[in-house]
């Protein structure tokens, strides 16, 4: 009942707002960014049939694709108004950016590429049920364990599979613009991102790096087998914090404000 009143309330406030503002969700985000470079064909094989890597030169080693973990904590996210609506809650997602349908003309790289998010986990009902319906994404309700972004620890359980990732700061908190690197980042989070396979709608998040602050953290992670694709590696996974990134774009923590559009069309073009 707590899901569908919250969902009803979403969509008429879209139906009154939408016209007019682009962005009907704002919300501040406290969270740990992961890139993790795995070889192209792993990568691949996360993939819906119809999609495809798009080539990245340069920033990762050759015959690499990223794939990112998003684990954080939503605070005062939910519609711009009224703000009973907002709440708090725990948000992971498992992401993989910069691919294309194969079945798409291109017409220019920032229509064309996107970013699937493939996996999210909340610790909420409404959350969840609302991701689903609204957005079209994987979305499941997990346990957390042990989530503190004060003390960097991220633990939650799904189905007696387990996430644990623990963190330590490697530099100071400083705006987005100390950290070269952290370009990489802003471009994957400016990607207009889908969940459906069908890639008929899209949304995108609006993230204001001007006023964000980061600091790179070094990240230990293992993840049980299925809990994210049966291709994420098992065992223990130790990536540097940006500032000490050799060939990975480095763990970062952010602090940010944001906002986000309803669902529309991906804009684009097939054969």
Known sequence: MEAYIFLRCFLLLALFHGSNQADVIIGHYKAWWAAVTLPNTTVQAMLPDDFELVTIKDWIPPGTHP?????????????????????????????????????????KDSEATFNYKSI??????????????????????????????????????????????????????????????????INIMNLKWFGSPELTECAQHHYDFTSAKIR????????????????????????????????????????????????ESCDQKKT
């Not at 904590?73 to 809650?89: A, I, N, R, Y």
């Not at 990240?219 to 291709?231: A, F, I, K, W």
């Not at 500032?243 to 990975?248: K, N, R």
């Open 216 to 263: 790179p953290a070094a990240m230990t992670v293992s993840v049980d087998h299925n809990l994210l694709s049966p291709m994420f590696p098992q065992g223990v996974l130790r990536l540097p914090g940006l500032d000490t990134a050799h060939g990975d774009l480095g763990t970062v923590e952010v602090d940010i404000h944001f906002t986000m559009t309803l669902p």
């Open 120 to 185: 999210i986990y909340v610790d909420s009902e409404a959350e969840s049920f609302a991701s689903r319906e609204v957005y079209r994404l994987n979305s499941s309700v997990v346990k957390p364990v042990n989530v503190s972004l004060e003390n960097g620890a991220y633990e939650f359980n799904y189905n007696d599979l387990m996430f644990k990732a623990f963190f330590t700061p490697k530099g100071a908190w400083n705006t987005t613009d100390a950290y070269p690197g952290f370009k990489q980042y």
């Open 67 to 107: 794939v990112v973990l998003e684990m954080g904590m939503e605070h005062d996210c939910g519609p711009v108004w009224p703000k009973p609506l907002q709440s708090t809650f725990m948000e992971f997602k498992y992401e993989i950016p910069f691919i294309k349908r194969k079945d798409i003309i291109k017409r």
